[in-house]
């Protein structure tokens, strides 16, 4: 995986940086402007380019460029935050379209320069690299790279008439970096990030390959919606990609996929979302930090094909762990943040604020698996989790796939379950109060909010049904409407001992009326000590 230096300090400017982009100059009179440079006119289609990457699948794979490298090393973390679009040079700043695009600059942590053309009427032109368009110090090493040396990747900004927000101060996606972007969500926030495709993620005996987005076509807009195309390309594939984003009360975006493998890949992920759980109410070390929880996610939540709802609480492990859910035609899976509270966090770079993105499959994806890995971390800095679905398919080299689907950047999953959610997951000590707690056995909490349990008459309890890949349940258990006044707010605890080993354990557990399912299954691993 890779680690972005800083991260917390990355995402909150990509939220609150000024920024700006290019205005055209030359070619059709909605691009006219001042300042922007442009290539010459190309023809252009998403059919062109999904041909041209069937072709490329079978050529040598040369990847992007890095220019001047000696250079690019110099701009290191503290040199690239100093380096600012200037907003005259915004592209469409001018003109009928709502969204003005800026640009990320090149440095030590973003050395491959992606190719970007504006697309309009079947045609493309390259938009010229100036460091002209950037304000930086006069000592900036960035001032030593040539003319044309490309961008590390670009932004919308918010919309030039809104009512909320100044489009120089405010953007709302982002790509930056291989295949990875991001979108805020309903509460004005960046926070997980999706990408391209994942390549042998958490494979042994590989190394994880990183595809990259090397040309962008930055396409028509209409109403809230901005249109974007993309060639990927890596060792073992070349992919086309069309996106179609809308800002509303968060970010939808519709894409389309076509990729060609020249080699073969073990761990095909299509759709993979990538986050960072550090800890939670769940269980930390003691005084690891100051702070109560810190995550930009905590919880998988799934949708299958027969219908059940899943909810996989997250966890930093020990060491590298990859499950996976098997499934046909899932209806959705998503990585959410469903701990709202500001208090749980205490920290100002908005962890309560942070989107939930759920995966909408288009089209029968068939059989596979939905597949999460997680690695540990000491810090935030680092993405340690991975989400994405892993088709039954082999995916050797020759193969083509296509895939449709939809990401809904927001604060909750947009097709939110009938059914109790969890809403906690916590563990301590086994044993009860006031006896002498017993070695070796583990207590589990969990919290159901909503759904039929608002309904039960008073007087009845839901019933637990729980389950463990090993260990044994001991007599006690606790089934319980939480004491805070809130309708529908119970939770269960538990007991489980005879765990031998450091292998995890897969627990599983449902609240039930008679043959009536009354809350979503709540699926945990938990790691021994």
Same mark, same amino acid.
């Given at each position: ?75 290191? #973390? ?23 695009? @800026? ?59 809104? +009512? ?52 962008? #076509? ?6 809230? @919606? ?90 930093? +492990? ?141 007087? @009845? ?69």
């Amino acid at each position: 995986m890779p680690k972005i230096l800083d991260r917390r300090t990355f995402c909150k400017n990509l939220a609150l940086a000024s920024t700006a982009g290019l205005a055209a100059a030359g070619g059709a009179p909605a691009l006219a402007a001042a300042g922007l440079k442009l290539g010459p006119s190309k023809p252009f289609s998403f059919d062109l380019l999904k041909a041209r990457a069937k072709t490329m699948a079978g050529e040598a794979y040369r990847g992007p460029a890095m220019p001047s490298p000696d250079v690019l090393y110099k701009i290191d #973390y503290e040199a690239w935050g100093r380096i600012h679009f200037n907003d005259a040079y915004a592209l469409y700043a001018e003109g009928p379209n709502r969204f003005p695009v @800026t640009f990320f600059h090149l440095g030590r942590f973003f050395k491959k320069a992606v190719d970007i053309f504006v697309a309009e009427d079947d045609t493309a032109r390259e938009i010229i690299y100036d460091p002209a368009y950037f304000d930086m110090p006069e000592n900036s090493p960035a001032k030593a790279l040539p003319k044309g040396a490309g961008f590390a990747g670009f932004r919308f900004q918010e919309a030039k008439d809104s +009512p909320k927000f100044d489009w120089r101060k405010n953007d709302w996606v982002a790509f930056l970096g291989a295949s990875y972007f991001r979108a805020i969500g309903e509460l004005h926030q960046y926070g997980l990030s999706a990408r391209g495709v994942a390549v042998d993620t958490a494979v042994a005996d590989r190394n994880e390959e990183f595809p990259d987005f090397t040309q962008i #076509y930055i396409g028509p807009q209409s109403g809230d @919606t901005v249109t974007v195309y993309a060639l990927l390309e890596g060792p073992k594939i070349v992919g086309a990609v069309k996106f179609l984003m809308t800002r509303g009360e968060g970010v939808v975006m519709d894409i389309d996929q076509s990729y060609f493998l020249r080699g073969d890949i073990v761990r095909f992920g299509i759709a993979p979302l990538t986050s960072m759980y550090w800890f939670s109410e769940t269980e930390k070390p003691t005084a690891v930090d100051w702070r109560p929880e810190v995550h930009d996610s905590d919880g998988l939540a799934m949708w299958t094909g027969w219908g059940g709802r899943l909810w996989r609480p997250l966890n930093n +492990p020990p060491h590298i762990m990859a499950s996976a859910f098997s499934d046909t035609s899932p209806k959705g899976f998503g990585l959410l943040q469903r701990d709202r509270v500001f208090d749980h966090y205490l920290d100002g770079v908005n962890y309560e604020r942070r989107p939930s993105l759920w995966v909408e499959p288009k089209g029968d994806w068939g059989k596979g698996a939905i597949h999460l890995v997680e690695l540990s971390t000491d810090d935030e800095i680092h993405d340690n989790i991975v989400v994405m679905w892993v088709p039954e398919t082999p995916a050797t080299a020759g193969s083509e796939f296509t895939f449709s689907y939809r990401l809904h950047w927001l604060a909750d999953e947009p097709y939110p379950t009938p059914l109790a959610r969890v809403v906690a997951t916590r563990l301590g000590n086994g044993g009860q109060p006031g006896q002498p707690r017993p070695k070796n056995v583990r207590k589990f909490m969990v919290e159901f909010l909503g759904g039929p349990l608002n309904d039960l008459a008073f007087g @009845t309890k839901p019933e637990l049904e729980v389950e463990a890949s090993r260990g044994k349940f001991t007599d006690y258990r606790m089934i319980e409407p939480v004491p805070d006044g809130v309708a529908g707010h119970w939770r269960v605890t538990f007991d489980l001992a005879e765990v031998e080993g450091k292998d995890p354990v897969e627990l599983r557990a449902v609240l039930k009326q008679g043959d009536k399912i009354l809350s979503e299954t709540w699926m945990f691993q938990y790691h021994p000590f």
